[in-house]
C-alpha cells in the first residue's frame, strides 16, 4: 500500500517496523462538549485506514486519545459549576455513542490524559536531565532549538519561525512570553491556576502541555517508532512538530516513520464556526440523515482534499448508498437458497476483477472515492446479469459487496428488525404452501428465518399460531 507521506511530501509504499503489524497513532478530540461533524472526519477516514490494512491481514494497534485536560474543558466546567472531570466524562460517552453510529470501531485503547500524568512528569524529567527543557517558575519549556530537525514535519525553518512576523499570510505566530529563552521555545508543564485540576509535580502543582500528552500516550501504548501518526491537517504546525521534537529528543529514535493527515471539512464553502452560525455537531446532523450516509459521504471524496459539506452534497451520499442497498436486497432476495451451491466461473472472475480493483484504489493512498466507484460498477453488474443470474450468482455478488463495504464501515445488508405482524401472517402462508409442495428446507428456512427475528411459531391442530418472544 502507498501512503501519502507529510514528512516526505511523497507517496511512500508503507512498510511497518514489525511485518503484518501497525502500530496507529490518531489525534482525538477535545472533550469539552459533542463532536462536531469537522472531527468526525478523521475519526471516519482513519477508522477506514484500520479497516483495509486488518482486511489485507494487518494485526492493528489503533490508539485514538481524548485530550480532557484543557482550557476548554476547565471553562466550561467553571460555568456549570461541576467538576472538569464531570465534563470530559460526560462528553467522552457522547463521542462514543457518535462513533458507534458513525460505525468508527472503538480503539484497542482510547488513552485518557488525566490518566497518564505520571509518565508525563517522567518524560519531562528525561528531557530536563538531557538539556532539551527547563524550568523558570514551575513553567517547564521545551528548548526547541537544542532539537536541529525542528520544522522538518510542517517544512517551516526555524528561522523564518524565529521572525514570526516576516510573512503575515501564514500567520506563523509564536508566542513570546518574556521569561523563556526564545519565543519558540514550548510549554512541557504549567502550573496551576487558582480552581484548576492539578497534579504534584517535581515543578509544583500543575498540568501537562498538549503536545506532551500525544509524545506520552502513543509511547506507552504503542511503543518505540509509531508506523502512522494521523490527524488533521491543521493539527501539523505545532502540534504534531512539537510533538516530533519532544519525543525523538527524549527517546532518541525516530517518533513515526508515516504521518497522515486529512484536509478540512467546510460547510457551504466556509470554514466551520460558532461565530459564523454555521457549526453543526454530528448529533445534529444525525437527526436529519442516518449516520451511514455521512460516512458514505466523507468516503466519497479523497481525504487530503477539503470537503465542502452541503445539504445537496449530503442528499447525493444518501441516493448513492440507497442504489447499492436497494441493490444488496434485491441480491438477498435472489440469492436465497442458495446455500452449498457455486457461483458460476464467469461471476467468479468477474468479482476476482472487482476486488482487486477496489485494492488497487485502497492501496493508492487510500482512495476511497475509487473503492466506492467500483462498489457501483459491482451494482452495474448485478443489476445487467440479474435475468440470467443464479441463485449461488446472487448470493456470491452479495457476499462481495458486504465484505467491500464492510472495508469502508458501510452496512450494505440493512437488517429490517421491524418485522410487522402482516410480513408474519404472509412469511407463515408461503411456510403453508412450502409444506403442502414438500418444500421442507424452504420451510425450515422460514422457520429459522422469523425465529431470528424474536417470532416463535407453533404448529396446532387450529393451524398455525405465533408469539414474540
Ligand atoms: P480537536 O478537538 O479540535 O483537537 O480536533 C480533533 C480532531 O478533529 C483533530 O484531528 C482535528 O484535526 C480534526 N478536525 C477538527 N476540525 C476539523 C474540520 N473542520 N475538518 C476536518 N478535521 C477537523
Ligand atoms: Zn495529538
Avoid at 168 to 189: I, M, N, Q, Y
Avoid at 224 to 250: K, R, V, Y
Avoid at 340 to 348: F, I, K, L, P, R
Avoid at 400 to 428: H, K, P, Q, R, S
Wanted: net charge negative; charged share 30%.
Amino acid at each position: 500500500m502507498k501512503i501519502f507521506n507529510t514528512l516526505t511530501r511523497r507517496k511512500e509504499e508503507f512498510k511497518p517496523v514489525t511485518p503484518g503489524k501497525a502500530g496507529i497513532y490518531v489525534c482525538g478530540p477535545t472533550v469539552y462538549d459533542f463532536i462536531h461533524i469537522g472531527n468526525a472526519r478523521p475519526m471516519i477516514v482513519f477508522d477506514t485506514l484500520r479497516r483495509y490494512l486488518e482486511f489485507r491481514g494487518y494485526e492493528v494497534n489503533y490508539v485514538s486519545n481524548f485530550t480532557d485536560v484543557d482550557d476548554k474543558i476547565i471553562r466550561r466546567s467553571l460555568e456549570e459549576g461541576v467538576d472538569s472531570l464531570e465534563i470530559s466524562e460526560r462528553f467522552i460517552a457522547e463521542c462514543k455513542k457518535d462513533m458507534e453510529a458513525l460505525n468508527v470501531r472503538p480503539a484497542t485503547t482510547h488513552p485518557q490524559a488525566t490518566k497518564e500524568i505520571p509518565d508525563m512528569i517522567e518524560m519531562v524529567k528525561t528531557l530536563i536531565d538531557k538539556g532539551h527543557a527547563y524550568v523558570v517558575d514551575g513553567t517547564v519549556y521545551f528548548r526547541t532549538r537544542s532539537f536541529p530537525d525542528y520544522g522538518k514535519l510542517s517544512h517551516k525553518n526555524i528561522d523564518d519561525l524565529e521572525s514570526g512576523h516576516r510573512d503575515e499570510a501564514h500567520a506563523l505566530k509564536v508566542s513570546g512570553e518574556d521569561e523563556k529563552e526564545d519565543p519558540l521555545d514550548f510549554v512541557l508543564w504549567k502550573p496551576m491556576k487558582e480552581g484548576e485540576p492539578f497534579w504534584e509535580s517535581p515543578w509544583g502543582k500543575g498540568r501537562p502541555g498538549w503536545h506532551l500528552e500525544c509524545s506520552v500516550m502513543s509511547k506507552k501504548y504503542i511503543g518505540g517508532t509509531l508506523d502512522i501518526h494521523a490527524g488533521g491537517e491543521d493539527l501539523i504546525f505545532p502540534h504534531h512538530e512539537n510533538e516530533i521534537a519532544q519525543s525523538e529528543a527524549a527517546n532518541g529514535t525516530t517518533f513515526s516513520n508515516y504521518w497522515m493527515h486529512n484536509g478540512f471539512l467546510k460547510i457551504d464553502n466556509e470554514k466551520m464556526s460558532k461565530s459564523l452560525g454555521n457549526f453543526f455537531t454530528v448529533r445534529e446532523i444525525c437527526e436529519k440523515y442516518d449516520p451511514q450516509v455521512i460516512r458514505f459521504f466523507m468516503l466519497s471524496g479523497h481525504y487530503r482534499s477539503p470537503l465542502n459539506f452541503a445539504d445537496t452534497l449530503l442528499e447525493a451520499a444518501n441516493s448513492g448508498l440507497t442504489r447499492i442497498r436497494n441493490a444488496a436486497q434485491d441480491l438477498r432476495d435472489r440469492g436465497a437458497g442458495a446455500e452449498g451451491a457455486e457461483m458460476s466461473e464467469e461471476t467468479e472472475k468477474a468479482l476476482q476483477e472487482f476486488t482487486d480493483r477496489f485494492d488497487a484504489a485502497m492501496d493508492d493512498d487510500l482512495n476511497t472515492a475509487d473503492a466506492i466507484s467500483v462498489m457501483f460498477e459491482i451494482v452495474k453488474y448485478a443489476n445487467q446479469n440479474r435475468d440470467t443470474m443464479e441463485p449461488a450468482d446472487a448470493a456470491g455478488i452479495l457476499a462481495a459487496l458486504t465484505t467491500l463495504g464492510d472495508v469502508l464501515g458501510l452496512i450494505v445488508v440493512v437488517d429490517d428488525d421491524e418485522i410487522l405482524d402482516d410480513e408474519i401472517e404472509a412469511l407463515i402462508e408461503e411456510r403453508n404452501r412450502a409444506r403442502k409442495e414438500k418444500n421442507f428446507a424452504r420451510a425450515d428456512e422460514i422457520r429459522s428465518m422469523l425465529e431470528q427475528k424474536g417470532i416463535l411459531l407453533k404448529d396446532t391442530r387450529e393451524g398455525v399460531k405465533w408469539q414474540r418472544v
